[in-house]
């Protein structure tokens, strides 16, 4: 049985921990964004309406810079096949994704799943769920959509993996990771990290930056910049520069994907079960 932590409790106990022994204060920042505050517009703005909504949540995937975006799909939308000029990495926050060659059968990815499409390849998306909602990454931009026959090869292998075929590691009590992409020669990365429920913890980073998006569950936060407790639904938005402690707890099974420039770690402050 699951014995929550109280709310006052944990964040007592947080607080007592010397923020200053993670190093240099005076290079570190944080921001938060909640899904309320997201400001929506088109993925694909030549189709107007008939594209997909889409939300930079860091970035500018009209410039020539790295982004991470959402991107939400209406129930049965389905893409005419086409190419984008740069590669892209997504997540599944919500619905039913399917996204692959035009000719293959459909593998609807449900909440936590993961693919990659490569530059260049011919591929359809299609959305199945009642409601649909991606988190989707470039390393580059700007994104743009082209049509099937400007086709290429860039020599990259798509990944579609769906939630029941990510592999977890254990890294601590109550915490499993997995490594989803590593940039080559770089120490830039991308892993989703599961809390188990009654988690609560600090996650340390030392990290040039760290940017942090809920795929699922609810999570309650706070850092020094932000010392009232907040609620972190799916969708919402955490980002660091330098070294820095997120206060997390999880009041349920919680799956986080983290994009990191450097080291991190997980300390647990506490956890019931």
Do not use: C
Not at 22 to 27: L, N, R, S, W
Not at 86 to 100: F, K
Not at 158 to 169: L, V
């Amino acid at each position: 049985m699951i014995n929550l932590v109280p709310v006052k409790t944990i964040v007592l106990t947080a607080l007592l921990l010397p923020f200053s022994a993670i190093g240099d204060t005076d290079k570190r920042s944080s921001a938060v964004t909640l899904p309320s505050q997201i400001i929506w517009g088109h993925l694909n703005p030549l189709r107007g309406d008939k594209s997909p909504a889409a939300a930079n949540l860091w970035g500018d995937r009209t410039s020539n810079v790295a982004t991470g975006m959402l991107v939400r799909f209406n129930q049965g939308f389905s893409s005419p096949p086409h190419i984008h000029n740069v590669s892209y990495r997504g997540i599944v926050i919500d619905g039913l994704l399917h996204n692959d060659e035009p000719i293959a059968k459909k593998m609807w990815m449900p909440q936590g799943s993961f693919w990659t499409q490569p530059a260049g390849g011919n591929h359809i998306t299609a959305a199945n769920g009642k409601t649909n909602l991606i988190y989707l990454e470039i390393d580059h931009g700007p994104y743009l959509v082209r049509p099937s026959d400007k086709q290429f090869d860039n020599n990259q292998t798509p990944i579609n993996r769906h939630s029941n075929m990510i592999k977890w590691q254990t890294l601590t009590n109550g915490v499993m990771t997995s490594s989803l992409w590593q940039a080559k020669g770089k120490q830039i990365a991308g892993t989703m990290i599961k809390l188990a429920p009654g988690f609560s913890g600090e996650l340390i980073s030392s990290a040039e930056e760290l940017k942090m998006v809920v795929i699922a569950g609810e999570v309650k936060y706070h850092s020094e910049e932000t010392p009232e407790p907040m609620l972190l639904v799916p969708s919402s938005f955490v980002s660091s520069t330098g070294q820095f402690k997120h206060q997390i707890t999880a009041n349920n099974g919680v799956t986080l994907y983290i994009r990191h420039n450097g080291d991190w770690k997980i300390k647990p402050l506490a956890l019931n079960l």
